[in-house]
């Protein structure tokens, strides 16, 4: 029989997409309010794979992930994305923009095997955590490389992408060295 032990710690992520670089700027100083200085930032990628938010978020839209410093429980994934919802709306309120979401924000965490995602949607991939939010597995770490899944988002598959989770892959594998 194994015996339950504590989860390593992770590193936490958090995409941020919009049209509006003032919006990616002001998602991310809310998370280093929150969470603390971000240790790695990507590029801001165009977000071209899909026209499936354009009718709340409009065209041309752009995501950038930030990674924090901090060591992160996994169990709190659930708090931080109740948080982020809650900060889409915030900005939604405080600036007048045409589209009803000028802001979208997806909290996840990198573990040296996966990256995982948080979302409020239920599938048949997903796993309930509570207060309505689950999570997935979007892409694992396997022979020195990312492997998606059948149900991984196509903009998850990008080898851009996918080089920016190898550091902080990278970034969580050096921290765990240094305190054992």
Not at 12 to 31: C, N, P, T
Not at 101 to 127: E, Q, W
Not at 159 to 165: A, K, L, M, S, V
Request: aromatic content about 14%; charged content about 30%.
């Amino acid at each position: 029989m194994g015996q339950p032990a504590p989860h390593s710690s992770v590193l936490l992520i958090l995409a941020a997409f919009s049209r509006y670089g003032e919006a990616l700027d002001w998602a991310k100083q809310k998370a280093v309010d929150s969470w603390g200085p971000v240790a790695l930032e990507s590029p801001r990628f165009d977000f071209a794979e899909t026209h499936y938010y354009d009718a709340t978020m409009g065209p041309e839209l752009k995501k950038v992930f930030f990674a924090f410093q901090r060591p992160f429980d996994p169990a709190e994934l659930v708090e931080i994305k109740l948080s982020t919802n809650q900060w889409e709306e915030e900005y939604a309120a405080l600036h007048k923009h045409a589209e009803p979401r000028p802001l979208n924000l997806d909290p996840g965490y990198i573990a040296l095997g996966k990256l995982v995602l948080a979302s409020t949607k239920d599938f048949a991939h997903r796993i309930y955590l509570s207060r309505g939010i689950y999570a997935e597995v979007t892409l694992q770490y396997k022979h020195n490389r990312w492997r998606h899944h059948e149900y991984t988002f196509a903009d998850y598959r990008r080898d851009d992408y996918q080089r920016f989770f190898s550091e902080c892959r990278e970034r969580l594998k050096s921290r765990r060295m240094n305190v054992e």
